[in-house]
């Protein structure tokens, strides 16, 4: 699981049409760095989610690590103007050790998600 840190902030300062820039090139850069067989996909709001089988949970993580490094360093711009750097927050689960559906593995990586949110954000947490 993915998640935007301070998408809402980034809305209000910037406008909504910056928002939809952001969400557009966070959903390109997260397609550009999957393997095939990979699933990336907007979950809802700021969040996406990246299904990887057959990946372990330390290959899930090193990925989710790799993407939290390399968004940050994007340089975004909207209008003409620069953006500010964003950053991410991700929460990584693995099957079967985190359930034994894809939904109990989605939500042991929410969970975990939201650990990240709640140490400082700008983070990744495993379930």
Do not use: W
């Not at 790799?66 to 209008?79: C, D, T, V, Y």
């Amino acid at each position: 699981m993915i998640d935007i840190d301070y998408f809402k902030r980034f809305n209000d300062t910037y406008g909504h049409d910056a928002g939809d820039a952001v969400l557009q090139s966070v959903g390109k850069f997260v397609s550009l760095c999957v393997r095939e067989g990979d699933i990336a996909c907007r979950y809802g709001g700021e969040e996406f989610t990246l299904i990887m089988p057959g990946a372990s949970l330390e290959s899930a993580f090193a990925r989710a690590e790799e993407l939290r490094k390399g968004i940050q360093s994007l340089q975004m711009s909207h209008a003409g103007k620069p953006l500010e750097p964003i950053t991410l927050s991700l929460g990584v689960a693995a099957f079967p050790d985190y359930g034994e559906t894809g939904e109990m593995v989605i939500q042991a990586a929410d969970a975990a998600l939201y650990r990240a949110k709640d140490n400082g954000r700008n983070r990744t947490e495993k379930a």
